[in-house]
């Protein structure tokens, strides 16, 4: 399948693997995909698909993984133990990688601390007509 003007990627659905092609600009992207896997397959082994290559250079970068069992359940209604078993992973999955390896990754954008940062560039320098205390928070 190929990524349209509406995804980032397109999926090929093999019997064991899985590979995500980004289309051209959404390098970002998959190296992000690419880190999380790797994070996950070192902290959370069996949890997420185990990394198998990728070529994160390539024009329209690609990410290969390995196929989880099962099927999708988007669209589904969930009963108890389906609901139990996917809270359960999506927490182990908040909770595998230690904060202090988590320190080293990136933020991503979109996040406070890089938005504020943007923002902070973009705006031009003001000198505000209020008092100290508040010219101090406009900065």
């Given at each position: 399948?190929?990524?349209?003007?509406?995804?980032t990627h397109g999926l090929d659905l093999g019997p064991d693997t899985v590979t995500?092609?980004?289309?051209?600009?959404?390098?970002?992207?998959?190296?992000?995909?690419?880190?999380?896997?790797?994070?996950?397959?070192?902290?959370?082994?069996?949890?997420?698909?185990?990394?198998?290559?990728?070529?994160?250079?390539?024009?329209?970068?690609?990410?290969?993984?390995?196929?989880?069992?099962?099927?999708?359940?988007?669209?589904?209604?969930?009963?108890?133990?389906?609901?139990?078993?996917?809270?359960?992973?999506?927490?182990?999955?908040?909770?595998?990688?230690?904060?202090?390896?988590?320190?080293?990754?990136?933020?991503?954008?979109?996040?406070?601390?890089?938005?504020?940062?943007?923002?902070?560039?973009?705006?031009?320098?003001?000198?505000?007509?209020?008092?100290?205390?508040?010219?101090?928070?406009?900065?």
């Amino acid at each position: 399948m190929t990524a349209d003007s509406w995804s980032t990627h397109g999926l090929d659905l093999g019997p064991d693997t899985v590979t995500k092609r980004f289309r051209t600009g959404f390098r970002e992207q998959s190296e992000r995909e690419w880190r999380a896997l790797t994070l996950l397959d070192v902290h959370a082994p069996g949890l997420a698909p185990t990394p198998r290559h990728a070529d994160l250079a390539a024009d329209e970068s690609t990410v290969v993984m390995s196929r989880l069992p099962g099927g999708p359940l988007r669209g589904q209604r969930l009963d108890d133990r389906q609901l139990d078993a996917l809270a359960s992973a999506v927490s182990e999955v908040y909770g595998a990688v230690p904060a202090h390896v988590l320190d080293e990754v990136p933020v991503r954008p979109g996040h406070r601390q890089y938005l504020t940062g943007r923002i902070r560039a973009w705006a031009p320098p003001a000198r505000p007509r209020v008092g100290p205390e508040v010219g101090r928070l406009l900065l």
